[in-house]
């Protein structure tokens, strides 16, 4: 089984600062990693998706990636009270069909 | 253009009881997925349908069938229910299956309580 391991959490910061979220995985082959949110009650959607080593960002949003470490992480910048969901780490299998989800991290932004 | 839709939103069955949760999608996609949710587990797939006229088992498709009706729709029965089967059902769907960087899109889940 390819595991994808994420701290359950909860994760408590405060409005305004950086939430970082992080993930590792123990299939080497993976290529494509996946960020979901999940509020509670909802089914997931898709933040962003990263492939290629070091960062990419998207408006609050950065993932990084480093394939040598099999870790890949999630920052919110600017953190706001609508950004407290869970977030699923998700990790493509190697024929690329599917995807092996983490338990994922709950987050809680205070006011 | 509605994504992905699933019937119903919410079942109880007794123990032993049969049913078949709905799922179609209409963005064209060529694969389909069930998964189910369970509180501290994540999200395991049970079964998926690369493409029209194929299925294949994931992670924990026993007790689980499926049936790739046509390229729309993906239905999942469950044939004898059984308490271990409560959870939340989620189906998805991607348009590329065997690309990897390809983005999978969820439905709004059915939540199952099995008696």
């Known amino acids: 089984q390819k595991e994808v391991e994420q701290n359950s959490g909860p994760l408590s910061v405060p409005e305004g600062a950086i939430a970082s979220l992080n993930c590792t995985y123990s299939?080497?082959?993976?290529?494509?990693f996946f960020w979901y949110r999940q509020y509670s009650g909802k089914s997931p959607e898709l933040i962003m998706f990263?492939?290629?080593?070091g960062d990419k960002e998207d408006g609050r949003f950065t993932a990084q990636l480093n394939k040598a470490s099999q870790y890949v992480s999630l920052l919110i910048r600017d953190s706001q009270p609508s950004d407290s969901a869970t977030y699923l780490c998700?990790?493509?299998?190697?024929?690329?069909?599917?995807?092996?989800f983490g338990k994922g991290t709950s987050l809680l932004v205070t006011p | 253009n509605a994504g992905v839709t699933q019937t119903p939103k919410f079942q109880v069955l007794k123990t032993g009881q049969s049913m078949t949760l709905q799922c179609a999608q209409d963005?064209?996609?060529?694969?389909m997925y069930w998964y189910r949710q369970d509180p501290g587990m994540g999200l395991r797939l049970i079964y998926y349908?690369?493409?029209?006229?194929?299925?294949d088992k994931g992670e924990v498709p026993n007790g689980y069938n499926v049936s790739r009706l046509n390229k729309r729709e993906f239905s999942l029965r469950l044939e004898s229910a059984a308490p271990s089967q409560t959870s939340v059902y989620f189906c998805?769907?991607?348009?590329?299956?065997?690309?990897?960087?390809?983005?999978?899109?969820f439905g709004p889940g059915t939540r199952l309580t099995v008696l």
């Open positions: 963005m064209n996609h060529n694969s």
């Open positions: 299939d080497r082959g993976s290529q494509s």
């Open positions: 990263i492939y290629s080593n």
């Open positions: 998700a990790v493509s299998s190697n024929s690329g069909y599917a995807l092996n």
């Open positions: 349908s690369a493409s029209e006229g194929t299925t």
């Open positions: 998805a769907s991607k348009w590329n299956p065997g690309q990897d960087t390809d983005t999978q899109y």
